[in-house]
Each structure stands twice: as structure tokens, then as C-alpha cells.
């Protein structure tokens, strides 16, 4: 991971990006790999959402790439939906080449995307997770379409076989992406605003500015 120089003025942008897919196609995993280089050995089921974050440079601004890694399982993720979805800057949908269903719920994680109102402008990749496990009935030629109906790059990978150079495409494709989109972006307009002391964290999270 790159780090922070301390005598540089200490301000970077955080890009938000949120994993979703269905329980156990490898969202963990692959966020592991990008932040940490490594695939993890042990992963259990994520509750509510995972964290995961990992500073980098991209046309010579500093980015801290935020990863939600949220839970598969509807049970561990309902009461968490509503703030996955808050200022999100980029979409991965993960599945697993080897479970067909995960291939079939991608229309319902596109459409909760939707739902929550993050339209086209908000750049998105699909990946095709476990290739290392790919069987001759996969999935692998729909999911290219998928991904072509929807203009989204598409990759077939493993996070357990996967290089971090590999990876590191994935992200830093996404990344260049959502920054072009947020410049593109107006401002929002100044005005004076009193957040109330529960709203005072999330607003503080949803700032593109940060002391790092
Ligand atoms: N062979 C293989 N196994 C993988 C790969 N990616 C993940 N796994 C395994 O698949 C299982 C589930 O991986 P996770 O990363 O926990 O899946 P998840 O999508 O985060 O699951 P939830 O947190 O329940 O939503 C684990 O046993 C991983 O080791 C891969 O590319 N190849």
C-alpha cells in the first residue's frame, strides 16, 4: 500500500466503492487481495459490511479508495442497505463462475443499484470470481453480454490465483473513471446547513476530502 507522505499537506480525496454479489462468490476475497496483495486464508460471511481501504495515486492526485464489502446474505445486510448506497463513487458486481444462481441474481443486484438511485454515470465493473475453478458449462460467454448491455468492463478472475498487478487493474480502471465523473460533476451549491448530531458522522464519511 502506498502511504502518505507526512510533510506533504495532508489532504486526499476518498472514493467510495461499493462490492456486491451474492454470499460466498468472493467479495472479501478480492477486496483482501487489492488492500493487502494477498488472498486470505480464512474468510468468514460478512455481517452488515466490511471496511477496507488502500491509498493510491492517479493522475498525480492522492486517493484514499474506500471498499465496502457488503454482505451476501439478506439476513447479515438489511439494515445496512440504505447506507451502502449513500454517495457511492463506483460499482463492483462480483459472482462465482461455478454458481450459476449468482450469475442470475445480477439483474437484482443491478436493480437495488438502481433503486437506490446510482444511475449510468456511476462508473461499474463485473467480475467473474473463482476462475481457477471454471468448468466447461460456466457462465463466462453471458456474463461478457451482460456486461456489454450495460457497457461495463468485464473480467474474469481469481482472487485465489489472481496477480496483484491483476487486480490492480480492476481498481485502478474504476478509480481513474469515478474521478473523471466527480470533475465533471458541478459543485454543490454553499449554503449554511445544521446537521443534527445524528447525521453529524455520515455527513463527515460522505466528504470527498479527508486528513489522512
Ligand atoms: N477457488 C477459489 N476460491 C475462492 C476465490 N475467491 C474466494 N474463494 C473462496 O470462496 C469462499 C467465499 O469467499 P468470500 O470472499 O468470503 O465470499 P463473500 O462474497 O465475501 O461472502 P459473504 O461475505 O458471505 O457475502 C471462501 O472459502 C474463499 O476462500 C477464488 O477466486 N477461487
Not at 71 to 97: I, P, S
Not at 102 to 112: A, G, H, I, Q, V
Not at 160 to 180: C, R
Request: proline residues 4%; charged residues 25%.
Amino acid at each position: 500500500m502506498d502511504s502518505c507522505e507526512f510533510w506533504i499537506p495532508a489532504v486526499c480525496r476518498t472514493c467510495k466503492i461499493i462490492v456486491l454479489g451474492d454470499a460466498g462468490v468472493g467479495k472479501t476475497s478480492l477486496t483482501h487481495l487489492y488492500c493487502t496483495g494477498k488472498f486470505p486464508e480464512k474468510t468468514d460471511s460478512t455481517i452488515g459490511v466490511d471496511f477496507r481501504e488502500r491509498l493510491v495515486h492517479v493522475g498525480g492526485d492522492k486517493i484514499k479508495v474506500q471498499l465496502w464489502d457488503t454482505a451476501g446474505q439478506e439476513r447479515f445486510r438489511k439494515c445496512m442497505v440504505q447506507h451502502y448506497y449513500r454517495n457511492v463513487h463506483a460499482v463492483v458486481f462480483v459472482y462465482d463462475v461455478t454458481n450459476a444462481a449468482s450469475f442470475r441474481s445480477l439483474p437484482f443486484w443491478m436493480e437495488e443499484c438502481q433503486q437506490h438511485m446510482l444511475g449510468p454515470d456511476v462508473p461499474r465493473v463485473l467480475v467473474a470470481n473463482k476462475a481457477d475453478l471454471v468448468t466447461v458449462a460456466s457462465t463466462i460467454e453471458q456474463a461478457r453480454h451482460l456486461a456489454e448491455v450495460h457497457s461495463m468492463p468485464f473480467y474474469v478472475f481469481s482472487a485465489k490465483g489472481g496477480s496483484k498487478e491483476q487486480v490492480d487493474t480492476i481498481f485502478s480502471k474504476l478509480v481513474l473513471q469515478a474521478s473523471k465523473q466527480r470533475r465533471k460533476k458541478p459543485e454543490p451549491a454553499r449554503s449554511i446547513k445544521l446537521p443534527s448530531k445524528a447525521n453529524a458522522v455520515e455527513e463527515k464519511k460522505d466528504k470527498w476530502t479527508c486528513n489522512c
